[in-house]
Every structure is written in C-alpha cells, then in structure tokens.
C-alpha cells in the first residue's frame, strides 16, 4: 500500500489556473504509476491524466489534453497536476492514485493494486 498526501486545489474563476501535489511514501515510490482521477456529483470516478514515475510516460484523458500537464519529481517522490484554462466542466473532487501492473503507463483505467490519496476539491465558477 502506498501512502499518497495530497495538496492544491480550491476555487477559481473560468481561464484561471490550480496546481495539484501528490506525495508518496518513500519506500513505495519506485517503478509505479501515479495519477490523478475526478469525481463530480453523481457522476463516475474517471482518471484523467497520470505518469509512469520510472519511464515519464503519461497519459491524459481527451477532455484535459492541453490543458493539464502531469509532471514528477523524484526526488521528492512526488507527482503535480498543473491545470490551466479550467473550465466550470473540470470542476470536481479530484483524487490522487497510484498503482501498478505491466500496463500501467497506458492510463488509469489500466491501474492496479490501487492506493487512493484522500481528495482534494477544485471548483470552477464562470
């Protein structure tokens, strides 16, 4: 189990930029994948971007592509969020997530062995 502190988030205007923070415990960071999932209101929980913490190799959901960027410093064992141009849509509890398996680096949906962060809300006004 991977221990996962989350920081960031809050209230912004529409346009407005939030960055999100993702630390894990040390001993567990090593070849995994981290990413971020976000849950609205009676809506699914859906990943929306993540990273391969060995590789760099990320992943985004179409609904954020050039918009969120998903980085990592490992030094730090930790993984950001950065989201620009937020729109009233993007906002929601967002989770931070890490996970293994052979295909991890493919996206969320390919997580395994999942450990969740405990949420962070990002909300949007227009």
């Known amino acids: 189990q991977v221990q996962l502190v989350e920081s960031g988030g809050g209230s912004v205007q529409a346009g407005g930029s939030l960055r999100l923070s993702c630390a894990a415990s040390r001993y567990a960071y090593g070849n995994i994948c981290m990413g971020w999932f976000r849950q609205a209101p009676g809506k699914e929980r859906k990943g929306v971007a993540s990273?391969?913490?060995?590789?760099?190799?990320?992943y985004y959901a179409d609904s954020v592509k050039g918009r969120f960027t998903i980085s990592r410093d490992n030094a730090k064992n930790t993984v950001y969020l950065q989201m620009s141009s937020l729109q009233p849509e993007d906002t929601a509890m967002y989770y931070c997530?890490?996970?293994?398996?052979?295909?991890?680096?493919?996206?969320?949906?390919?997580?395994?062995?999942?450990?969740w962060g405990q949420g962070t809300q990002v909300t949007v006004s227009s």
């Open positions: 997530a890490a996970g293994s398996g052979t295909r991890c680096y493919t996206g969320p949906a390919q997580f395994e062995r999942i450990s």
């Open positions: 990273i391969h913490t060995g590789s760099g190799i990320t």
